[in-house]
């Protein structure tokens, strides 16, 4: 049931991203400048996609989300006054365009059987940041025939507007629909890909959806060794977080290979040889893929565990 995307879509992916802006421009809600978007789920990846929205000025007015919980929805009030806030999934999806469904895995299945008479009737854009669980899945908790389901994998640097995102489009999505989400997505995020098989998700969310953590555990161990060198933990973690951050900036603005760009500052006999060597010793090579492969695993997993119900 689930093929790539349509030729028509498949040709989107393949603009430049310049002409993509423009074809978006054209092509979304023509009479209507924004759509209305409701998140199923107000914790703190809909919380960063809120803020991003608003940020790139997308009305609050426009924006409802849902959650059980009171305290995260005065919490979010504060934050953004005119958002439409529930406590019943069914209030907010009655007048979505799109709804970003935005739970934990282990709660999805429950939520879509909630508001599926819903999504059938008014037949929005389904947006899904679920790890995991398969476009298949949600298509059949929501139930009669095909929906127009769009799986985005953000990560937490869309909280400072510096996210990465993932995209995959079920058939049923159409051109407009795409454009629709990518122009979501792009508010929190600075690199946003689509990508051709549902599969490749589970790549994008061991690389870019965890990804954030690896690096805090790589900035955590550095600190650590830092304070074991002689530094005051304090100087230890600011010279971490600089070199981490200047290091992402060389690589953002290089044409050039990361491979080339560690030699540039491995000098012959010097110090980063000497670090690069135990490094390698370590085998901190086979570490890093070690642990995107046990992502990758975990999120197949959760699809298998949580999708099949
Ligand atoms: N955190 C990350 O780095 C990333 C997460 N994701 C995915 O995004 C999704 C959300 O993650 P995240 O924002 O971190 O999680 P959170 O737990 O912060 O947010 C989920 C929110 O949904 C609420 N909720 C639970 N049950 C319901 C329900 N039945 N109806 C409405 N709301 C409900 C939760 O309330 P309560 O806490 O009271 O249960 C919570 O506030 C997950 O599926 C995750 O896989 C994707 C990319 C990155
Ligand atoms: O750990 C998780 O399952 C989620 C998905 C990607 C980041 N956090």
Not at 64 to 72: G, I, M, T, V
Not at 156 to 161: F, K, S
Request: charge should be neutral; proline fraction near 4%.
């Amino acid at each position: 049931m689930f093929r790539f995307a349509p030729s028509s879509t498949r040709l989107y992916r393949f603009m430049p991203a310049t002409e993509r802006i423009s074809h978006i421009h054209n092509m979304v809600s023509p009479q209507k400048a924004h759509s209305t978007i409701a998140f199923i789920g107000g914790g703190n990846m809909a919380e960063a996609i809120i803020g991003g929205l608003v940020s790139s000025g997308h009305p609050s007015s426009s924006i409802s989300f849902s959650d059980l919980a009171q305290e995260r929805r005065d919490y979010m009030k504060t934050k953004y006054p005119s958002i439409k806030s529930s406590a019943d999934n069914l209030d907010v999806v009655a007048d979505a365009e799109v709804v970003i469904l935005a739970v934990k895995p282990q709660v999805l299945h429950n939520v879509i059987n909630g508001i599926a008479p819903a999504l059938q009737a008014r037949k929005p854009l389904v947006i899904s940041i679920v790890a995991g669980i398969a476009a298949a899945s949600i298509n059949r908790w929501i139930g009669g025939g095909e929906s127009a389901i769009v799986r985005c994998m953000p990560n937490t640097p869309a909280l400072v507007g510096e996210g990465a995102a993932g995209l995959y489009a079920t058939a049923a999505v159409n051109e407009a629909q795409m454009g629709l989400a990518e122009k979501i997505v792009n508010a929190i995020s600075k690199q946003t890909v689509w990508v051709d098989t549902e599969s490749q998700i589970d790549a994008v969310t061991a690389i870019s959806g965890s990804g954030p953590a690896y690096f805090f555990l790589i900035m955590e161990a550095m600190e650590n060794a830092g304070v074991e060198a002689g530094l005051s933990k304090e100087d230890a973690k600011a010279l971490t977080i600089q070199t981490c951050l200047g290091a992402a900036k060389i690589a953002q603005n290089s044409d050039e290979e990361l491979a080339t760009l560690r030699r540039k500052v491995t000098s012959p006999k010097g110090t980063t040889e000497a670090a690069i060597n135990a490094m390698e010793d370590g085998k901190i090579r086979n570490v890093m893929a070690s642990a995107v492969q046990a992502a990758q695993q975990r999120s197949r997993e959760l699809a298998e565990i949580f999708g099949e119900q």
